[in-house]
Every structure is written in structure tokens, then in C-alpha cells.
Nanobody, 126 residues
Framework: QLQLVESGGGLVQPGGSLRLSCAAS????????IGWFRQAPGKEREGVSC????????VYVPSVKGRFTISRDIGKNTVYLEMNSLLPEETAVYYC???????????????????WGQGTQVTVSS
């Protein structure tokens, strides 16, 4: 059974950076698509980025493109999300999710992911 644990969240000033980690156990991520999502209070959970571990192809939503970078460490069975130039409106709980035999081609679709972590809080404030 695949389990996911997010870490790396915290308080950061506007314009600052954070690196989130999504550590997997119980299964290898080699054939999984891994998505990052975020949910602010009173808002729906939205997709942020996705990586296909089968070939390394990545997807970003327009609002984070050029500022965020998703990557993987195969040896550690871990996916990362590096966030730069953070904005106050990006304060949210950030989640990672995994789905086998699925390929992220253009968008980050929440409904297709069935395995989820518990989330890590990111607060962007001065």
C-alpha cells in the first residue's frame, strides 16, 4: 500500500522560498504520476504541478510556471516542489498525491488521484 508524507512547510515572507518534500513508502514511484495540490481556507483544492515518474515529464499550472520546480529523487523515492518568489495569496495547505497508470499531459486533475498525503501548511506573510 502506497503512503505519502509531505514535509517542508512553514512560515515564509513574501518573495521567499520553500522546498516541499513528498516521501513515499510501501511502493516505488517509478510508474506513478505525482501531483502537488493546495487548498486555501474557503477555496477548492487546486492543482499546482505534476511529474510523471515513468519519463520525468512535468506539468505546471500557469500561475506558478517559472517560479516553481517539481523534481524527483529516485533513490529516496521522493518528489520535491521548490517554490520561489512566494506570494501571500499562495498561503495554503499543500498536498501531494499519487496515481498509478496515469499520465499528466497538460493539466493537474484532482479527481484522478486516489492516494493522498496529510498535507503541510505553507504560510506566506510578513
Amino acid at each position: 500500500q502506497l503512503q505519502l508524507v509531505e514535509s517542508g512547510g512553514g512560515l515564509v515572507q513574501p518573495g521567499g522560498s520553500l522546498r516541499l518534500s513528498c516521501a513515499a513508502s510501501g511502493a516505488t514511484l517509478q510508474f506513478y504520476a505525482i501531483g502537488w495540490f493546495r487548498q486555501a481556507p474557503g477555496k477548492e483544492r487546486e492543482g499546482v504541478s505534476c511529474i510523471n515518474n515513468s519519463d520525468g515529464y512535468t506539468v505546471y499550472v500557469p500561475s506558478v510556471k517559472g517560479r516553481f520546480t517539481i523534481s524527483r529523487d529516485i533513490g529516496k523515492n521522493t518528489v520535491y516542489l521548490e517554490m520561489n518568489s512566494l506570494l501571500p495569496e499562495e498561503t495554503a495547505v499543500y498536498y501531494c498525491a499519487a496515481e498509478g497508470r496515469y499520465y499528466c499531459s497538460r493539466d493537474v486533475h484532482r479527481a484522478v488521484f486516489r492516494s493522498w498525503g496529510q498535507g503541510t501548511q505553507v504560510t506566506v506573510s510578513s
